[in-house]
């Protein structure tokens, strides 16, 4: 189950999925933002990061790090058939209007996600890591759920510039990545750079994206 889960009498949803890192700081933000945008809000627990939020298996990224598994596809089985219904089914919600979040790998799984399934109206993709070997490539080849009605992707200025060179070409990548989803879905997609390095300031990014959908 999804924790915390901010509630609002509103049949509009964000289901987030953030790095561990930034959840405890953020949930008073959250609460903030829930209340100003008219928006329940569930936090996803309980992630493998590297290996839940991957498409494929790929090399990690840093000396020593560990290998991405590959598993999305097996975690959004369980989102879409096991947390999503729970949580809707505790919060007494119909006809919702969903949004997937994520942030950094789970922003890629977003993006990935909207090719995979129906269940959600919107994706919002904040820093994702869209330079994910082969992604854009795949995502060529792939169709966008025609339930789809928005996409945001927001991307600090600075992240173009990471030593790491798969990470190097994520603004490039980003920009082909929006490019395909215009191309491919009838959604209003909306890709902007902002203020900033990888993620970070965090809450701006989250309300820039919040006030995007609203659009």
């Known amino acids: 189950m999804p924790l915390p889960i901010i509630k609002q009498s509103t049949n509009k949803i964000y289901y987030m999925i953030l790095p561990e890192g930034i959840k405890g700081d953020l949930y008073d933000g959250l609460k903030g933002l829930s209340g100003k945008h008219g928006i329940s809000i569930a936090v996803i627990e309980d ?49 919702a209007e969903r949004t997937l979040l994520g942030v950094s790998l789970s922003g890629l799984f977003a993006v990935w996600a909207a090719f995979n399934t129906d ?10 890591s869209l330079w994910y070997d082969g992604f854009v490539e795949w995502m060529k080849e792939q169709t966008p759920s025609s339930q ?8 600090g200025e600075k992240e173009k ?19 395909i989803l215009k191309a491919k879905s009838q959604a209003a997609v909306s890709f902007e750079i902002v203020e900033g390095t990888h993620f970070s300031p965090i809450l701006p990014r989250l309300e820039r994206a919040m006030m995007a959908l609203e659009v």
Do not use: Q
Request: glycine share 6%; hydrophobic share 45%.
């Open 119 to 128: 269940a959600f109206a919107n994706i919002i993709s904040i820093s994702g």
């Open 47 to 95: 992630v493998n990061w590297n290996d839940d939020l991957t498409p494929w298996p790929a090399e990690g990224v840093f000396k020593k790090a560990k290998p991405f598994g590959g598993k999305a596809a097996a975690f959004l089985d369980k989102l879409t058939h096991e947390i999503i219904p729970e949580t809707e089914m505790d919060l007494g919600l119909e006809d």
């Open 161 to 179: 510039n990471s030593k790491e060179k798969r990470m190097a070409t994520v603004e490039e990548r980003t920009l082909a990545a929006a490019d």
């Open 148 to 155: 789809l009605k928005k996409v945001c992707m927001l991307l």
